[in-house]
């Protein structure tokens, strides 16, 4: 399930200066085995409001762990996190098997204190645009896997929340439906707009889906570049524009 948080820290300040998510020369530090592991290394990142921005590196690399730095579910070790409101979405989509697609989707709201029937309601009214419409009754194993990350997606977006942070949302799915709900995921965000910090290690899907893409050293996490995409909507993995920044990025992590 998506867990919504408020990582605010001088909230009116981040939003005076425009930006949602402002990390500064923020450290983290793993001591719960024999040795301390340095997780990050002085990262810093600032998502403009109403920014795509993507994180790519290797793996270990930290990525993960700046995303919850970036919704409070973690504290720095140093340097300080500023972020707006946030609703995070992990990997595995955490559907309750108990309850069937369109009350999994309402459970944000639920979680507001919505009633059941206004949050279903609201919930069933974005059905058709996400895919499911005639699944409402569905229990999770009834689904694909691409139908379940579009449940758990809508559940995320429903949280209202300014700031959805998305960690590796297709990366469990096979490439052509990943390839298609990456699709689906850019046409969502152009009907409703959100500010996204996404974490991937598919580079061609952070070049297709954001406005910037930052690249991550090996562990400890160093942010060692920063691209660009100023490429027209939609965008597919064949132009030669994508291609390009993919491989820049690819240069840019080895």
Do not use: Y
């Not at 060692?224 to 240069?251: C, H, I, K, Q, S």
């Amino acid at each position: 399930m998506q867990i919504t948080t408020e990582a605010v820290v001088e909230e009116p300040r981040t939003a005076a200066l425009n930006e949602a998510v402002e990390l500064v020369e923020v450290r983290r530090v793993f001591r719960g085995g024999p040795s301390p592991v340095e997780a990050l290394a002085g990262v810093t990142l600032r998502v403009r409001v109403g920014e795509v921005v993507a994180v790519v590196g290797p793996s270990g690399c930290g990525k993960s762990t700046l995303l919850e730095l970036a919704c409070g579910l973690q504290a720095p070790d140093g340097g300080s996190a500023r972020a707006l409101p946030a609703a995070f979405m992990p990997q595995r989509d955490l559907l309750l098997p108990w309850l069937n697609a369109l009350d999994n989707a309402a459970l944000a709201l639920r979680a507001q204190g919505l009633a059941r029937p206004r949050a279903r309601a609201r919930a069933a009214a974005h059905f058709e645009a996400f895919g499911l419409r005639g699944f409402e009754a569905a229990r999770p194993w009834e689904l694909s896997g691409g139908m379940r990350q579009r449940v758990a997606f809508l559940r995320t977006l429903l949280a209202g929340t300014p700031v959805l942070a998305l960690d590796e949302p297709f990366g469990a799915l096979d490439a052509l439906t990943r390839e298609e709900l990456q699709g689906w995921l850019a046409a969502m965000l152009a009907r409703e707009p959100r500010t996204v910090l996404l974490v991937t290690h598919d580079v061609e899907e952070a070049i297709v889906l954001a406005d910037r893409v930052i690249v991550l050293s090996p562990r400890p996490g160093r942010v060692v570049a920063e691209l660009d995409v100023p490429l027209a909507r939609p965008r597919t993995r064949t132009d030669a524009a994508v291609v390009a920044l993919r491989a820049r990025t690819l240069e840019a992590l080895a």
